[in-house]
């Protein structure tokens, strides 16, 4: 069975930093694009990054310059690193993936910045 397990939320002052990892589980999995998204109380989803199996990489305009997503191949598991972050970065962060041609979501994990 697949599964996306996040962790690495909570809550930090603004300018602050925190990592988010998302580990996929299962057996033989080959993980291709993996994705952070965020939905903020009363707004909709919004994708934050992504990077593919070889690494490349995309952000969110509202992000880039502050997070850095990244990769474990081997450990299939993706990572988020938030610097410098604001108030309005609050929201559940969860990840996201197709293998073998499903999609997978993390049960979400909450970021909370105050001012």
């Known amino acids: 069975q697949v599964q996306l397990v996040e962790s690495g939320g909570g809550l930090v002052q603004a300018g602050g930093s925190l990592r988010l990892s998302c580990a996929a589980s299962?057996?033989?999995?080959?993980?291709?694009?993996m994705r952070w998204y965020r939905q903020a109380p009363g707004k909709q989803r919004e994708l934050v990054a992504a990077?593919?199996?070889?690494?490349?990489?995309n952000y969110a305009d509202s992000v880039k310059g502050r997070f850095t997503i990244s990769r474990d191949n081997a450990k299939n598991t993706v990572y988020l690193q938030m610097n410098s972050l604001k108030p309005e970065d609050t929201a559940v962060y969860s990840c996201?993936?197709?293998?073998?041609?499903?999609?997978?979501w993390g049960q979400g994990t909450q970021v909370t910045v105050s001012s």
């Open positions: 299962g057996s033989d999995i080959i993980v291709n694009t």
């Open positions: 990077i593919t199996r070889g690494g490349t990489t």
């Open positions: 996201n993936a197709f293998i073998w041609g499903y999609e997978y």
